[in-house]
């Protein structure tokens, strides 16, 4: 905004929405394929571009449902779904699984800073790093499909790993590349510079995905656009794991008042909203930053054990805590977690099965320490 109205933008980004895919994972959240379905739709309807839903990490997703009533909601067309990446044959049986969903394009998440990769890839070798994304870049596009590529935590990258990451992936015939600053890291101002380097990188296309944590999300999506940027990841009501993401409707309102863009249809944005919020779970309405009972939910174990490299700033800082939240996606690893230190001694995988089926009897009601610590307390195992 100038004393002479909206600054007007060269190019104005294109919009992707993460709302069924990271909202989604958020822990304890889960929706369902009738939800899914009706998101997709007033997405579309709102003017976003592409629907990101779903995470496949092989054979027999449990995000399948997701997936499936989302193409057919919106088209696959319309659609993206997140591959993870960890060696050359899971990618393999990732891309199986894509293409039995049906999926067109698809996001691989690689972790490039060398905390995230010291932890998923067993390497910080950054070698390592580009030859996986190429060979994964490579199996793709051979199978027909668009790809986009992340760097996983890669806000705290360093420019030197960073940029020739990124050049691999792009020569390697990858269509897009996604910065995400899954760690809540950068001012707008350092955005911009590393969305600079990344959009200097001859046929680049760049699109940024930030998390919440700091409240920054929409001020630093608005600054790697004015670095040069194509594409803004964004989430209906900012629902997503560590403080949220970029919340949709801030994201388009700050586009319409800052920079005059009119593209976007924002009669649909309450109604999204209500939906989004009913169907995670989460109230009236979702708070997002370092204070909120989420802040520092996890459902996944390599969160809870090692918070360090996924947190900006420790909960304790702000007296807050970590805490476990999940319905079905209830793993071993979890329960260990939720069980370390307190009296119960009890066959671990044992009770995992049996509070798992307890879990689907019962509607899948949310778990958290405390529910599955008293649960253990009734667990009889069935003598052998």
Do not use: C
């Amino acid at each position: 905004m100038t004393a002479d109205g909206p600054e007007k933008l060269e190019r104005p980004p294109r919009i992707s929405d993460a709302t069924l895919r990271d909202s989604a994972h958020m822990a304890g959240v889960e929706f369902g394929p009738a939800d899914a379905a009706a998101i997709a739709e007033l997405l579309v309807r709102t003017g976003v571009e592409l629907v990101e839903v779903g995470m496949v990490s092989g054979p027999d997703s449990k995000d399948a449902d997701l997936v499936l009533a989302t193409h057919e909601a919106v088209t696959p067309e319309r659609s993206m779904t997140l591959l993870v990446v960890r060696d050359r044959r899971q990618v393999a049986r990732a891309l199986d699984e894509a293409e039995r969903l049906g999926v067109r394009h698809i996001m691989y998440s690689i972790p490039t800073s060398e905390q995230h990769a010291q932890l998923k890839l067993d390497s910080a070798s950054p070698k390592l790093l580009q030859a996986l994304a190429r060979s994964a870049i490579t199996q793709a596009k051979e199978r027909g499909f668009h790809v986009t590529f992340s760097g996983e935590d890669g806000a705290r990258t360093p420019r030197e790993r960073l940029v020739p990451y990124v050049e691999a992936g792009f020569a390697a015939g990858a269509d897009r590349f996604r910065l995400a600053e899954t760690v809540a890291y950068l001012s707008p101002w350092q955005m911009q510079e590393v969305i600079a380097d990344l959009t200097a990188i001859d046929g680049s296309e760049i699109e940024i995905h930030s998390h919440n944590m700091l409240g920054l999300a929409v001020a630093n999506s608005l600054a790697a656009v004015r670095a040069g940027a194509q594409w803004i990841s964004a989430t209906v009501g900012g629902i997503g794991e560590r403080g949220g993401n970029a919340p949709l409707a801030e994201l388009l309102t700050a586009l319409r008042v800052i920079h005059g863009d009119t593209r976007f249809d924002l009669t649909h944005l309450t109604e999204l909203s209500r939906i989004a919020l009913r169907g995670a779970g989460l109230g009236e309405a979702f708070q997002s930053g370092p204070t909120t009972p989420h802040a520092f939910a996890y459902e996944l174990p390599g969160q809870l054990s090692h918070p360090h490299a996924y947190e900006t700033l420790p909960a304790e800082l702000v007296g807050n805590q970590r805490e476990l939240r999940v319905r079905t996606r209830l793993t071993t690893a979890l329960v260990r977690w939720a069980l370390a230190d307190a009296a119960q001694d009890v066959d671990v995988d044992a009770f995992t099965a049996w509070l798992a089926e307890r879990q689907e009897h019962d509607g899948r009601p949310l778990l958290d320490r405390d529910t599955i610590r008293e649960a253990a307390a009734d667990f009889r195992p069935v003598p052998a």
